[in-house]
């Protein structure tokens, strides 16, 4: 595995989370990285994504002013902080490289994936 997500759980609605995707081999360090969810019958959704140096940041629609995707070159982790979480937002979360360096919002331009991590929100 290249790509090591962590840090959900079950919380309260309002609460917040910090997850964690650590790539300890690096691979793909430089590239756009991004944040995925996918809820019990659902599509896999792209949640956040950045480009290499974090020069550019997307969010889904439901998640604006709510969530911040960072990363720590030096540790070689992405994050994602999740504030003010609701019920919806309760999914599995999974981290991803992009195939280079840009920003992408396609989930076929994804090439590395960690795997999932549970967050529940309850209400």
């Known amino acids: 595995v290249q790509l090591q997500a962590s840090g959900g759980g079950l919380v309260q609605a309002g609460d917040s989370l910090r997850l964690s995707c650590a790539n300890p081999r690096r691979t793909a360090s430089n590239n756009g990285v991004g944040w995925f969810r996918q809820a019990p019958g659902q599509e896999r959704e792209l949640v956040a994504a950045m480009n290499w140096n974090g020069g550019s940041k997307y969010y889904g629609d439901s998640v604006k002013g709510r969530f911040t995707i960072s990363r720590d070159v030096a540790k070689s982790t992405v994050y994602l902080q999740m504030n003010s979480l609701k019920p919806e937002d309760t999914a599995a979360y999974y981290c991803?490289?992009?195939?280079?360096?840009?920003?992408?919002?396609?989930?076929?331009?994804?090439?590395?994936w960690g795997q999932g991590t549970q967050v529940t929100v309850s209400s």
């Open positions: 991803a490289a992009g195939r280079s360096s840009y920003l992408y919002t396609l989930k076929s331009d994804y090439i590395y």
